[in-house]
């Protein structure tokens, strides 16, 4: 009989045409929250009764680390953004997998800042 030596799994960044990092849709599953520490309401947002919301990308990387946290919007602007980039820096995943390689995952999420 025929035996051949068992097929090695070559990294998927070391692949040619499959891109450095991946949309949420193309993982295996979702991503999943590990740590997701929520923002500090801004006291002057709060004192003058202001709510918005910020609409956020970033990365998740191999370790499940975020990294290159970008702000796509915000309402009303200027008020919340610095404390979603602090508290989405914190935020800690399951890393990303492609048919069961661990890969860098862009997500994308919109943190809401209601008073109750």
């Not at 070391?14 to 929520?38: C, K, N, W, Y």
């Not at 919340?80 to 990303?96: D, K, L």
Request: charged letters at 25%; one cysteine or more; hydrophobic letters at 45%.
């Amino acid at each position: 009989a025929l035996q051949l030596p068992p097929l090695e799994s070559a990294p998927l960044a070391h692949m040619s045409g499959l891109p450095d990092t991946f949309e949420a849709g193309q993982l295996d599953g979702p991503l999943t929250v590990l740590t997701r520490i929520p923002p500090v309401y801004p006291m002057r947002a709060r004192s003058r009764g202001i709510q918005g919301w910020v609409k956020v990308s970033f990365i998740v990387d191999e370790a499940g680390h975020v990294d290159d946290i970008q702000i796509v919007a915000a309402d009303p602007e200027g008020i919340f953004e610095e404390r979603v980039r602090r508290c989405v820096a914190q935020w800690r995943f399951a890393p990303g997998t492609v048919e069961g390689m661990v890969v860098k995952a862009k997500a994308e999420t919109t943190i809401r800042f209601n008073l109750e």
